[in-house]
């Protein structure tokens, strides 16, 4: 059995992750490992209808119960998904994690960071991603790709998605080891290969 690893894969709305995602899982298969894919909001099962409300919902939505929607489905998701696979030895790669908290309810809606923090540990109950992208890339070009189709989250505004960036370039410099900053305006190919190359120091 190897060892099993557990990865993240955050950045703004549009910045390409979903495919970078895709793109690693096959080439981690293709390599022989067993992969598993999870995203939040919306962990299977449960987490698709947590997904739902946060996404689409038209209602008034407070920012901490915005926060604790947020932190219900990754719980949900570290006990039903991700710890059991990474303690079969399976790689797991996920979505969105605890950095989106920090940057979008943190720096985006301005909730204090440090309390998110202590929030996300009691969501993840011990378990930290081994390794974690962030897929950087400037605010228009991003909501360019993300075009008009919009949900509740990606129609916060311009300034919203400027905080969410800098939240995540924060991030990164506090946790150098874990977090590994990709420049998300490459060629697709190109990014393919930076994240490849930072696996390979993983596994
Ligand atoms: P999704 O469609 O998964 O966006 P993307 O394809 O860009 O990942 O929608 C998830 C949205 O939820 C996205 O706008 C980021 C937001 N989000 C938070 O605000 N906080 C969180 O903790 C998480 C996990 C996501």
């Known amino acids: 059995m190897g060892k099993g690893l557990f990865i993240t894969f955050e950045g703004a ?95 985006g809606r301005g909730l204090d960071i440090e309390r998110i923090k202590m929030l996300n540990d009691l969501a993840v109950n011990g378990r930290k991603p081994d390794l974690t992208f962030v897929f950087d890339i400037d605010v228009e070009t991003s909501m360019k790709r993300v075009g008009k189709d919009k949900d509740r989250m990606e129609s916060a505004g311009i300034e919203f998605q400027n905080r969410v960036r800098k939240g995540y370039l924060e991030l990164a410099k506090q946790e150098p080891e874990r977090i590994k900053v990709i420049d998300a305006s490459k060629s697709i190919e190109e990014i393919h290969l930076s994240v490849v190359k930072l696996i390979n120091s993983v596994l």
Do not use: W
């Not at 894919?37 to 299977?44: I, M, N, Q, S, V």
């Not at 008034?60 to 915005?66: H, L």
């Not at 929607?69 to 790689?91: C, H, S, T």
């Open 13 to 107: 709305d549009g910045c390409g992750k979903s495919t970078q995602m895709n793109l690693l899982a096959r080439y981690l298969k293709d390599n022989g490992h067993e992969v598993v894919l999870t995203r939040e909001p919306g962990a299977k099962g449960l987490g698709e209808k947590v997904r739902e409300i946060l996404l689409n919902y038209d209602g008034e939505v407070s920012d901490r119960c915005e926060s604790f929607l947020f932190l219900a489905d990754r719980a949900q998701n570290i006990d039903i998904i991700i710890n059991p696979a990474v303690e079969e030895g399976k790689i797991v790669l996920c979505d969105r994690h605890i950095d989106s908290t920090v940057a979008y309810q943190g720096r």
